[in-house]
Each structure stands twice: as structure tokens, then as C-alpha cells.
């Protein structure tokens, strides 16, 4: 319950970001209008969940970004474009705290948590105003290009803080009686799932999914997705945005679930895993 709360309160403040930043002189009202409701479904549900764990806090901060996504989505029916706006920024704001408190806490692991939520709105917006070009084909397809290149560019922030840890576990958690290899393979486990256990047969198929679908499968996706605007060819585009929708999803759920298979750490498990993953690509 925690694991979906916690991916609830990223998906809304990530959602809420991407809103913000979408031109609403060229994307018509009823996308935010539409979306705005899906923020309100987000917020609520999480909300709802919230009350399950205790968490006094994120229910009043959920509840408030449910109340405001509710009355953006009135005023963007009324084509009111700048305050809608206004309630997405504060929406978001609200998401964004319920992000970061949730759970203890660094500032990295909430930096980190911020552009999960981030990269999942992203993600799930582009699909969604790609889908919108149903509704209105005259739309640019310059609008698409940007919001798929707005998703590119936080998947480079995060991907640079995950190797960014990935070489700070190397650096201070080497054993001198470890295999190079080992340490390699101990600072990736350690930077993908955010604590300085090994992990066990479960784990490691986790760690695979999170570095296949989410870490490295996700650009491939948005790129082909940003190509295929040069045919040009906006549904297809949209296409390939259904499966990196479900790629960054599956991505970012196995890296919270990651840090929860983490078992006491022990040099000879990095090297069974290690040999694992060797007999496994051979």
C-alpha cells in the first residue's frame, strides 16, 4: 500500500508539472480540461489510500490537489486558460510536497523521487496530447516534438543521477577483496535500489527490469516516437507512446520495488549474483 501511494503522489505531481508546461495557446482547453480530471482521479484515490496508512498530512496536501484539479478543470471548461493555469501550478505544488515527505528521506532521494514522478507525467502526457490529435488535427506537430523532447530531457537528469550514484557507491563501498567486476556489479545494485543490501533471485529479475524497460528501453521508445513525427505520422507517433507509457511505469515500480527485496549484505552474494548474470547472458 505504501509502494502505490508513494507512485500515486509522483504520477499526480509529475502529471501536474507536465500540464504546467504545455503551451495553452496552441493545445486546445479540453486537453487540460480532460486532463485535469484524470489529476483529480490520481489525487483522489491516493488521498483515499492515504487514509488507510494514517498519513494525516498527505491526505489534507492530496485532498486540496484533488479540490483544485476539480475547479481547474471548471474554469478551463470556461476557457478561463490563465487561471486554469494558476490551479495546475498550485496543484502540482501540493503533489510536489506530498512527493517529498512521503516517507523519511535525503535530499537526493526526494530529488530522485521528483524526477520519477516527472518522467512517468511526462511520459503519460505526450501520450495523451498525441492521442488529442484526434480531437484536433490542425494542432501542430511541433506541439508533440516538444513534449516528447520535455520527456527525453528529464529521462537524462535521472539517468545521469543513477550513474552519478552508481559511481559514488563504487568509489566509497569498494571491498579490496572483491572482484573488480564485483564492485561494479554491487554499485549498481546498491544506486538502483537505493540501499546498500544485495538483493536475491527476485531482486535480481527486478534489477533487470528496471535497467531494460525503464532506464534504458524508455529513450529508445521516445526516440522511434520522435522519428516517426518526421513522416509526419501523429498516430503511430502515439502508438509507440502507449508502449513507452507502459515502459516507464514498469520502470519506476520496479525501482521502488527494488528496495524492498534488498536482503543483509554480504560479499559472497554480490559474487553469486554476479555469477548469475554471467551464466544468464552467455
Not at 503533489?95 to 516527472?118: D, H, K, N, P, W
Request: with cysteine; net charge neutral; glycine share 10%.
Amino acid at each position: 500500500m505504501n509502494l502505490l501511494v508513494d507512485f500515486l503522489c509522483r504520477f499526480s505531481f509529475g502529471l501536474a508539472v507536465a500540464l504546467c508546461i504545455t503551451p495553452s495557446t496552441l493545445v486546445p482547453g479540453g486537453f487540460f480540461r480532460v486532463n485535469t480530471l484524470v489529476l483529480l482521479g490520481l489525487t483522489t484515490f491516493a488521498a483515499l489510500l492515504s487514509t488507510t496508512l494514517g498519513l494525516s498530512v498527505n491526505i489534507w496536501l492530496l485532498s486540496t490537489a484533488a479540490f483544485v484539479a476539480w475547479f481547474g478543470s471548471v474554469l478551463w471548461y470556461a476557457d478561463r486558460r490563465l487561471a486554469g493555469l494558476v490551479c495546475c501550478v498550485v496543484a502540482a505544488t501540493l503533489c510536489g510536497v506530498a512527493t517529498v515527505q512521503f516517507g523519511e528521506s535525503t535530499i537526493a532521494q526526494a530529488g530522485t523521487r521528483m524526477l520519477s514522478g516527472c518522467l512517468i507525467g511526462f511520459t503519460v502526457n505526450a501520450m495523451l496530447l498525441g492521442h488529442w490529435y484526434l480531437n484536433a488535427p490542425g494542432m501542430r506537430v511541433d506541439v508533440l516534438r516538444r513534449s516528447i523532447d520535455q520527456t527525453l530531457f528529464i529521462w537524462g537528469l535521472l539517468f545521469c543521477s543513477v550513474v552519478a550514484m552508481v559511481i559514488w557507491h563504487f568509489s566509497t563501498g569498494e571491498h579490496a577483496n572483491a572482484t573488480f567486476s564485483s564492485n561494479i556489479f554491487r554499485a549498481v545494485t546498491s544506486a538502483t535500489s537505493g540501499g546498500t543490501g544485495s538483493l536475491d533471485e527476485t531482486g535480481l529479475a527486478l534489477l533487470w527490469l528496471r535497467w531494460l524497460a525503464g532506464l534504458l528501453g524508455l529513450p529508445v521508445l521516445l526516440w522511434m516516437s520522435r522519428m516517426t513525427l518526421d513522416i509526419p505520422n501523429t498516430q503511430s507517433a502515439t502508438g509507440i507512446l502507449y508502449v513507452a507509457c507502459l515502459a516507464v511505469i514498469l520502470g519506476e515500480l520496479t525501482a521502488q520495488l527494488l528496495g524492498m527485496t534488498a536482503v543483509p549484505e554480504n560479499i559472497v552474494g554480490h559474487q553469486n549474483q554476479e555469477k548469475i548474470l554471467t551464466e544468464g547472458t552467455a
